[in-house]
């Protein structure tokens, strides 16, 4: 596989751009070798920069769940290029947009749109603080909301410690204020909430992780996380940013019947272009500037581009609520795939998956949590990486990623990717 142009644009980029990347995870740091540079996407492809063809399972890391390039989203925003690209006062497709959004997701009453998903986590955090008047929030290990310094924290050296920062940067006097909890484990979080009773703010959680690799709760376990923050006067934060729109069109809340107090939104809402959203309880939300005292601001919030985007992705989704049998279809028959390999080769690699959003784990224990997440060989991962990347199939360069299915995947295409996963595992 030709990838001469690729190496020159990352030694080039090295040089003025940290990494040689604007994301950490596309650096290829915890697979090795360099990073591809894309040129195209097309539906379920992506094209580099030296002419190689891929299947593509990152999508961006989860805006599309239609494919590269729809027409319906390159239509919409070439519309509203027409009329300019951004005036720093409110427009119609605002409105529209966040109307939209509460009529697919029902418990956002209010919403107020950012610019990434960072941006809608931290602001939410904020304003369960303004709104509670408490300090401390609950954030689970192995759960990643942004990079807001109050997110970049780890378990402390016990388990019910206070969090210490896991990143240079990050004050210790930020980091005592927010709770490390373990994912799956209730009586865990009922122990932390019974220690610092009345000054947890609010607990954030990813409803169905996808950056520890895909975990998923037990009901007993999201519903018990429900019921304590109602007890407690606790905001209860899902963070969408991954899962909204992507496992329902009301986003993880549908498929589990729970409603948060706050949800966060970002990825699949942009359409591809930079948005993040947070919304939720009106009471919650009117503590927002202009009307309440919580600031939060942003120059680009709302613009008529990514607004343009957004609105036809989610116009899609509404008006074809099918894609969600369809995406189910394709992920069945991928993972079935995989399985039927696995029993081939006597191996029995763990497959977490929900809806479009899948991992494969190189271990044979359960995943249901951070402790068992990290026993997965990441050496056999790198190697399962770059084995399928030689054979056309692009997946997230990391271990404790989600894979993302997307509408445009076709038969063929998951046909490959099945017979490259029996190639690669043969070999290794
Ligand atoms: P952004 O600031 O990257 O738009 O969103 C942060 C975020 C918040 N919440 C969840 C559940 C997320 O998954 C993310 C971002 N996801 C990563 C993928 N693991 C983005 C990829 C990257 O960092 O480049």
Redesign the pocket.
């Known amino acids: 596989m030709e990838i001469k142009k690729s190496e020159i644009l990352f030694k080039e980029g090295k040089k003025f751009i940290p990494g040689g990347v ?5 650096a290829f740091k915890s697979v090795g070798g360099n990073p591809i540079f894309m040129e195209r996407g097309e539906g379920s492809k992506l094209f580099d920069v030296d002419g190689n063809e891929y299947i593509d399972y990152i999508g961006s ?2 805006p599309h769940i239609f494919g590269h390039n729809p027409p319906f989203i390159k239509e919409a925003v070439a519309a509203a290029l027409q009329n300019g690209s951004s005036f720093g006062a409110p427009t119609e497709m605002e409105v529209k947009m966040a109307r939209l959004i509460s009529s697919l997701v029902p418990s956002v009453e209010m919403v107020r749109m950012v ?7 931290m602001s939410a955090v904020r304003v369960a603080r303004g709104f509670t008047g408490r300090d401390k929030i609950i954030k689970f290990e192995g ?5 807001a310094d109050f997110f970049l924290i780890k378990a402390g050296s016990g388990a019910l410690t206070l969090g210490e920062p896991n990143s240079p940067g990050v004050t210790k006097g930020t980091a005592s204020d927010t709770l490390i909890a373990r994912y799956n484990d209730l009586e865990n979080v009922r122990e932390l909430v019974a220690r610092n009773r009345n000054q947890i703010a609010a607990l954030i959680i ?1 409803p169905v ?3 520890m690799g895909v975990v998923i709760p037990t009901e007993d376990f999201i519903n018990g996380l429900r019921q304590l923050c109602t007890e407690e006067g606790i905001v209860f934060i899902f ?5 909204g729109f992507r496992l329902a069109k009301g986003g993880a809340q549908e498929v589990f019947g729970i409603k948060p107090d706050m949800t ?1 939104f ?2 699949i809402i942009g359409g591809g272009l ?1 948005v ?1 959203a947070f919304g939720g309880k009106r009471e919650i939300m009117e503590k927002l500037a202009p009307l309440g005292p919580v600031y939060q601001a942003g120059t680009l919030s709302g613009n008529p581009l990514a607004m343009a985007a957004g609105y036809a992705a989610l116009s899609h989704i509404k008006e074809n609520p099918g894609i969600y049998q369809e995406l189910e279809d394709k992920a069945d028959a991928l993972e079935a795939g995989f399985r039927e390999n696995h029993a081939k080769l006597g191996k029995s690699y763990r497959i977490n998956r929900i809806g479009s959003m899948i991992s494969l784990f190189f271990t044979e224990q359960p995943v249901y949590d951070f402790d068992t997440a990290v026993k997965s060989d990441t050496t056999l991962f790198g190697k399962f990486f770059h084995g399928m990347l030689e054979r056309g199939i692009y997946l ?1 360069p ?1 271990q ?3 894979w993302f299915l997307s509408t445009a995947l076709t038969n063929t295409d998951i046909e490959k990717t099945i017979k490259a996963h029996f190639e690669v595992l043969y070999s290794h």
Do not use: L
Request: glycine share 16%.
């Open positions: 604007n994301s950490p995870v596309r890391w989860g610019n990434s998903g960072t941006e809608a986590t759960c990643y909301h942004g990079h990813e992780v996808g950056n963070d969408e940013v991954m899962t966060t970002g990825k930079p993040g997230p990391a404790f990623e989600s």
